[in-house]
């Protein structure tokens, strides 16, 4: 009987510390903005008021040497599962609505591996990783519960987005609960979100470490807000630009109420905050991403580096910025780390553990190199380089230390200033049709206005051959023709999977 009671209090002590281990790991808060530029956020001096944002990032870690992934699809699809996207065939575009892709089912995505160790995990927003066949969908790829819109963009409002190939209309609202369509038209996306999340995080128990995703419209096209965000914005006189700073308004109010009802919970002393834009801003749709060159969609700085910050109060140094070189993949690994995971099962990861880098400033040397993208798909420009070991016609750039090379078609890489600054022209691109290759000193020249290529021929080539390494161990690309069966007409008018 003595030995039962003995055997009694061992389990009793071993639940009670399988619980505490439990409530102690860190909440965590991973916040995406969609095309939020570079100059779109208030500490980079921006004309845009972010004073949540400000405060969060001056509280925690402004990453200034922070890379994402020139579009959409790209970027999740790193965050999530930590891989370039040479290794998941997404390097060509974006997932179109009407299209039989996704996320390969084989790649274990974080929410999966933060369930291992205890974590309830539930996202709201946007997903953009494939919906095709139900097993692609959120609820069935690692989180406990689903609020949000599976494709790239939609109406704020009426939550509904077309797509298809150009000869035909496909339109439907795209917005599902769990799995189940859901119908609220009328109720402006940042809004519907924040309000989605905070029922997360009131109806979370707080013995069990929570991490919600929130990958948040705003401040994606179509520009849309309420009318009151606009208002403090009159005095900007491109309609564009002052609809976008009323959008980015509304969604740095959204995440500072978020972060309010954390605090009633009792939760948010022990949370810990990422934020990090998708890509850069899309000048024709409000955005700017001054003084850095080029914007979404390209292998330029404007298209790439990323608004990005850590806050937490299990950060070891705060207030500070970080220009430690860190890419989205990083953030797979690095999640898993702080709260005592492990990377079993997962395929070879390009991201790495960066914990240390960016809570305590130790530098990381396996972060000396971030392939931006290779995508074989795009039209080849101009003539091979003799004797190169990469085919320079191809669309690439990667970065090793100070040094980016680009190869092929990089995108427009005009400098835009924002509307208001009458000082500051526009400097257009003016490289020629058939220039492919640029190489930039990006410590020394972080805005790429001295091309270096002609001048360092041992160094483009030493770019080269690692773009060739690199090509080496990438898979086909996946990118299949719009599928008709997709189109809302066959499915109650909404978008969702279709095989």
């Known amino acids: 009987m003595k030995t039962l009671n003995v055997c009694n209090t061992l389990v009793f002590l071993s639940i009670t510390c399988f619980v505490k281990s439990q409530s102690t790991k860190p909440h965590i808060l991973l916040v995406i903005a969609d095309d939020f530029g570079y ?54 575009g974006v997932i179109m609505s009407s299209q039989p892709n996704g996320l390969p089912l084989d790649e274990t995505i974080l929410p999966q591996k933060l369930k291992e160790v205890g974590y309830a995990t539930h996202a709201v927003g946007k997903w953009h990783l494939g919906f095709y066949k139900k097993e692609f969908l959120p609820t069935n790829r690692g989180f406990d519960s689903y609020f949000g ?39 402006y996306s940042a809004h519907l979100f924040a309000q989605k999340a905070t029922d997360v995080v009131k109806n979370h128990n707080t013995d069990q470490p929570l991490f919600l995703y929130l990958p948040f419209q705003s401040v994606h096209s ?17 309609k564009d630009r002052r609809t976008y700073a009323g959008m980015v308004s509304a969604m740095d109010e959204a995440i500072g109420n978020l972060t309010e009802v954390l605090k009633q919970k009792g939760m948010w002393e022990n949370t810990l905050m990422v934020f990090s834009t998708d890509n850069g801003g899309q000048i024709h749709a409000g955005g700017n991403n001054y003084p850095l060159r080029g914007w979404k969609d390209s292998l330029w700085e404007g298209g790439m580096h990323g608004v990005g910050f850590v806050h937490g109060q299990m950060l070891k140094r705060k207030g500070v910025v970080s220009r430690d070189l860190i890419h989205v993949s990083d953030w797979f690994p690095t999640l898993v780390s702080v709260v005592g995971g492990n990377l079993n099962g997962t395929k070879p990861l390009d991201g790495v553990d960066q914990w240390k880098t960016i809570s305590e400033g130790i530098p990381n040397s396996q972060r000396e190199v971030i392939l ?68 930039f000193n990006i410590t020394a020249d972080p805005n790429e206005h001295n091309d270096l290529s002609d001048s360092m021929p041992t160094v483009v080539m030493e770019m080269l051959d690692l773009l060739a390494q690199y090509n080496k161990t990438a898979v086909p690309c996946r990118f299949p023709k719009p599928d008709p069966k997709s189109d809302p007409k066959y499915h109650g008018g909404y978008w969702g999977p279709w095989m």
């Open 39 to 92: 100059n779109d956020i208030g500490y980079h001096g921006s004309e845009i008021k972010t004073p949540n944002l400000d405060k969060l990032a001056g509280e925690g870690i402004k990453l200034e040497n922070y890379y994402v992934q020139p579009i959409c699809t790209p970027t999740r699809s790193q965050l999530m599962s930590g891989r370039y996207q040479i290794h998941t065939g997404l390097q060509h």
């Open 149 to 187: 819109y599976l494709s790239g963009a939609e109406d704020y409002f009426t939550h509904i987005t077309c797509g298809g190939p150009r000869s035909v209309h496909m339109c439907g609202t795209d917005l599902r609960d769990n799995t189940a369509p859901a119908n609220y038209s009328g109720q």
């Open 222 to 238: 179509p520009l849309e807000v309420p009318e009151k965000y606009i208002k403090p914005y009159m005095h900007i006189q491109d």
């Open 372 to 439: 931006h993208n290779i995508d074989p798909l795009y039209n080849p420009v101009g003539d091979r380089v003799p004797n190169s070991p990469f085919d320079n016609r191809i669309r690439a750039a990667v970065r090793k230390g100070d040094w980016k090379l680009i190869t092929g078609f990089p995108g427009n890489g005009s400098w835009v200033p924002p509307p208001h600054m009458k000082s500051a022209l526009t400097q257009t691109d003016s490289n020629s049709a058939v220039k492919n290759l640029w190489l």
